[in-house]
C-alpha cells in the first residue's frame, strides 16, 4: 500500500496541487485588490482542504464551539510541520492573519498571495523592523480579525514542543484579548521537518477555551503564556509530551 500511495503521489496528487497552488495564489492577489478580507483568506482555506482531501489525509476537529465569530482572538498553536498550515487554514473556520517567517515571502507565487491578502511577515533584522511588524499584527487585531501564531517560532525536529517567545501574549496583553490555544497533532506523523515522504496519517485540531486576559503587564503575560502551553501540550499523545528546544528556535 505505501509503494502506490507514493507512486499516487507523484503522478496524481502532486502535479494537481501544483496546478491548485498557482492557481489559487493568482486568484488571491487579484481578488485581494478588491476585497482582501475575502479573498486574503477563503481561496487559501478552500486550497488548504483540497491538500488533506487530495493528498487522502484524514483530518479530525474538536472544539469549534469554544469560539465565537464576534470576537479577536490570539490563537497560539504548537508547530509540529508544515501540514499545520493546511490544517488550520482549512479547519479552523475563522478569517484570521498569519503571522510568519520572513523568508517564506520569498516563495514563488505563495510569497506574493501571501503578502496581498495582508499576512503578517516576521522581520527580526532590526528593531525597527521589530516594531513595524508589531504594529502591523496591532492593526490587524484592532481592526476586528484574528490571528494565528507559532509562539515556538520554528517547527519541531522532534514532535515534541519547544519553549514559547512572548510575542503573541504581549499583543494579547496589550489589546486585552483572549488567547486560544490549538493543539495540532499528527502533522509531525504526515510529513516531519526532517523530510521523507509525505504519509497517510490522521491529523487531529483542538480548540482549547479561550484564556481570558487577567490583568495587565508581565504577570498577566507569563500566566497566558504558561497555561497555554500546558493546555496545548495536554492534547498531545504522551510520546510527545515533554519540552525539547528546537535547534533554531533563537534565529
Avoid at 9 to 31: D, F, H
Avoid at 113 to 139: M, N
Wanted: proline share 5%.
Amino acid at each position: 500500500m505505501k509503494i502506490l500511495y507514493h507512486i499516487y503521489q507523484i503522478c496524481i496528487a502532486l502535479p494537481i496541487l501544483l496546478v491548485l497552488t498557482i492557481l489559487t495564489a493568482v486568484v488571491t492577489m487579484i481578488g485581494s485588490l478588491f476585497n482582501a478580507h475575502f479573498w486574503g483568506y477563503y481561496p487559501g482555506k478552500i486550497w488548504s482542504q483540497l491538500f488533506c482531501y487530495i493528498l487522502l489525509i484524514p483530518v479530525k476537529v474538536k472544539g469549534h464551539k469554544n469560539i465565537s465569530k464576534k470576537t479577536s482572538y490570539v490563537f497560539v498553536a504548537n508547530h509540529q510541520g508544515s501540514f499545520d498550515i493546511f490544517l488550520i487554514y482549512g479547519f479552523l473556520g475563522r478569517n484570521f492573519k498569519w503571522m510568519m517567517k520572513k523568508s517564506l515571502r520569498k516563495m514563488p507565487f505563495v510569497g506574493k498571495a501571501c503578502e496581498s491578502a495582508g499576512h503578517i511577515f516576521v522581520d527580526r533584522s532590526g528593531p525597527r523592523k521589530v516594531l513595524e511588524t508589531i504594529q502591523q499584527a496591532r492593526e490587524t487585531l484592532t481592526g476586528g480579525t484574528s490571528l494565528v501564531v507559532f509562539p515556538e517560532g520554528a517547527r519541531t525536529f522532534t514532535g515534541h514542543m519547544g519553549y514559547f517567545k512572548k510575542g503573541a501574549f504581549q499583543l494579547a496583553d496589550e489589546l486585552q484579548l483572549p488567547v486560544v490555544p490549538l493543539t495540532i497533532d499528527g502533522s509531525f506523523d504526515v510529513w516531519p521537518r526532517t523530510g521523507g515522504w509525505i504519509k497517510c496519517h490522521r491529523m487531529t485540531l483542538t480548540i482549547h477555551q479561550p484564556i481570558p486576559p487577567k490583568g495587565q503587564g508581565a504577570e498577566n503575560i507569563k500566566k497566558m503564556m504558561e497555561e497555554s502551553y500546558e493546555v496545548i501540550q495536554s492534547a498531545l499523545p504522551e510520546k510527545y509530551k515533554g519540552m525539547i528546544k528546537n535547534e533554531d528556535q533563537d534565529r
